[in-house]
């Protein structure tokens, strides 16, 4: 998808996310963050999991939901994956881990849910969301996202 933000025109197809406390809360994922990953497939976004699976349900969520996903056990693993990504990616997760994905995003979001956040990504992302849903939203909605990132 092509933004006209006021930092510059970017077009980003990929969203990077974590899992536990990110995409799920204490491992279940709500109906609503479902279907955005629905919609957000079918405007044609690339989705990965990039998680530690520290609850051992990577597999299950990845397959139910028909995305891709990789095992990052560290901040370094987290790292050297992105590194790799040849396109710009939207990140969004809400772990101290999550840090070297957030610097390497083209747009980073935190998200605030049950499981907490840690205090030092605040400095590490572009924005601050209660859910992932709502991160999902500002990806989808343009005017949402440059409202947001203006100058």
Not at 122 to 143: G, K, M, R, Y
């Amino acid at each position: 998808m092509n933004y006209h933000l006021p930092q510059g025109e970017i077009d980003i197809n990929t969203i990077v996310f974590d899992l536990n406390g990110t995409l799920s809360e204490y491992g279940a994922i709500n109906s609503e963050t479902k279907q955005w990953i629905k919609q957000l497939k079918k405007l044609g976004f690339k989705l990965i999991m990039l998680t530690s699976d520290q609850r051992g349900n990577a597999y299950e969520i990845a397959n139910s939901l028909q995305i891709d996903y990789h095992v990052a056990k560290t901040s370094m693993d987290k790292q050297k994956f992105v590194e790799q990504l040849q396109e710009p990616f939207f990140a969004i997760g809400n772990a101290r881990n999550d840090i070297p994905m957030f610097r390497k995003a083209a747009i980073s979001f935190a998200t605030l849910q049950s499981e907490g956040i840690h205090p030092e990504i605040i400095n590490s992302v572009d924005v601050v969301v209660p859910s992932i849903a709502n991160a999902f939203h500002l990806i989808a909605d343009e005017n949402g996202l440059i409202s947001t990132m203006k100058i």
